[in-house]
Structure formats: C-alpha cells, structure tokens
C-alpha cells in the first residue's frame, strides 16, 4: 500500500493527488492545504518513492492499480506529469472510482525526452561525503537551476540515501515516457491544466486526448512552465479548485 499524507477538510468529495516522476507527497502540500479548506484531501507517496514501498517494476498499470487500492470511495484525482499519466490510466481502467479529473501538464502520448539525467546525477553523488543538503547540492551543480533543490527533497540525510529507487526508475525509464496503448474511455470532466511556456501538451495532442476523454477541457497558466504546481502555486490552485466546484 502506498504511503499517504491526509489533509482533513469538511464532507465532499476527496481528492487524490498523484505526484510526477522523482516526486512525493510532501511536494504538495502547500497546494494540499489550500485545497483541503473545501474538502479532504490525500496526496500519496507513489511506489518507488517517498517512504512508499519499491518494486521491481514501474508500468502505468502498476501506478494506476497502486492508485486504485488506495481509494475507499470514489474521488476526484489531480496528477501532475508522470503522476498525470497514471491518474489518466486509472481513470480509463477504472471510471468508477474516478468523479474529476485534472492532469497537470502531461499528455496521453510517448515523449521523446528521458529523464536519465538526473538519475545519473544522484547516482554521482558521493553521500560518505555529505554532511548536510549543500554538500549534496554541490554535486548536482550540472543540473538546470531548481532541479538540485527539487532532488534534495528525496535524500534522506540521516540514512544518506535517496528515497527513490533509481535503478528501477532507470530500468523502467521508456514505460515511464511512454502511454500505454488504452481503446477505453474516461467520459466524466477532464481538465488538462498546463504551464503556458511548456510544450508538454501541444495542440496536436488534442485529437488524442478527446478519444479518450472526450469531455476533456484545456486551461494554461501564464508565465508557467512544466512545473506549473510550483511556479504559480496560487493561481494553480485557484484553477484546481474553480474546477472542481
């Protein structure tokens, strides 16, 4: 069972919210409690990350049936990025469980980017020799700005190790760019909510989104990118909320 943080709110509809690739619960919380003023919120730890459990493999099925075992009544479900990918299989796979649906600045296709990067680079880091975050921030100084202070979310200083499974997150690496090929339907509200300056989801995704969600709508939120949650924090969460209310 995935490791889950709850955010108590008044009686409704929960929300489950599903994080992106090198990721956790804990990303979230500020958007959490914003969220949980109207209703419950559960932001999980998907598997190979977090203090969730490891596995040996890292499939959208496997997310999506991780996803599904964690929900005791139906739920609105947020997923952002790799997180969006399963939250969209899940809700293909099993429609009853979903009520809304929002995915963050992904879509249903294979991309032809990897995230090798900064699996190699957390690889690289010598942790005998790290005595605090900045020591470990000095050795990912190769990465784009933010990205180290995103992965140090996920070292663990007193065990010194990262909470992600980076061997598997490698092995799996083209399952985990890729969309597993669904002929299902998810006909209930969809909202594609993604940063106006990423390319993540381009207009010639659209034909593809509506097959499988034909109700899908599309919003963009200015001066954002990939990371749309983290960089306009308020108005992404305004646009959450305005949707599901």
């Known amino acids: 069972m995935l490791n889950t943080v709850s955010y108590g709110g008044p009686d409704g509809t929960p929300l489950l919210i599903a994080h992106g690739l090198f990721g956790s619960a804990r990303n979230w919380g500020v958007i959490a409690k914003r969220l949980s003023e109207v209703r419950p919120v559960v932001a999980v730890d998907m598997r190979n990350h977090g203090l969730s459990p490891w596995f040996d493999t890292h499939s959208y099925d496997d997310l999506a049936r991780d996803l599904a075992k964690v929900m005791d009544q139906p739920m609105d479900v947020l997923?952002?990025?790799?997180?969006?990918?399963?939250?969209?299989?899940?809700?293909?796979?099993?429609?009853?469980?979903?009520?809304?649906?929002?995915?963050?600045?992904?879509?249903?296709?294979?991309?032809a980017h990897t995230q090798m990067g900064p699996i190699e680079a957390m690889r690289g880091v010598d942790l005998s020799q790290v005595e605090n975050r900045a020591d470990a921030k000095a050795q990912l100084s190769d990465l784009e700005p933010g990205v180290p202070d995103f992965l140090l979310q996920s070292l663990d200083m007193k065990e010194k190790r990262w909470r992600l499974n980076l061997d598997i997150l490698a092995a799996e690496m083209d399952k985990i760019i890729g969309f597993p090929d669904i002929v299902d339907q998810f006909d209930g509200p969809t909202l594609f909510l993604s940063g106006g300056n990423s390319d993540y989801v381009r207009r010639a995704d659209r034909d593809r989104i509506k097959d499988l969600f034909p109700a899908a709508k599309f919003a963009k939120i200015p001066g954002a990118g990939h990371w749309v949650h983290a960089e306009k924090p308020r108005e992404f969460a305004a646009a959450v909320a305005a949707f599901l209310a």
């Open 79 to 111: 997923g952002h990025s790799m997180g969006g990918k399963a939250a969209m299989v899940l809700a293909l796979q099993h429609p009853e469980k979903v009520g809304k649906l929002i995915v963050a600045d992904i879509a249903p296709i294979t991309y």
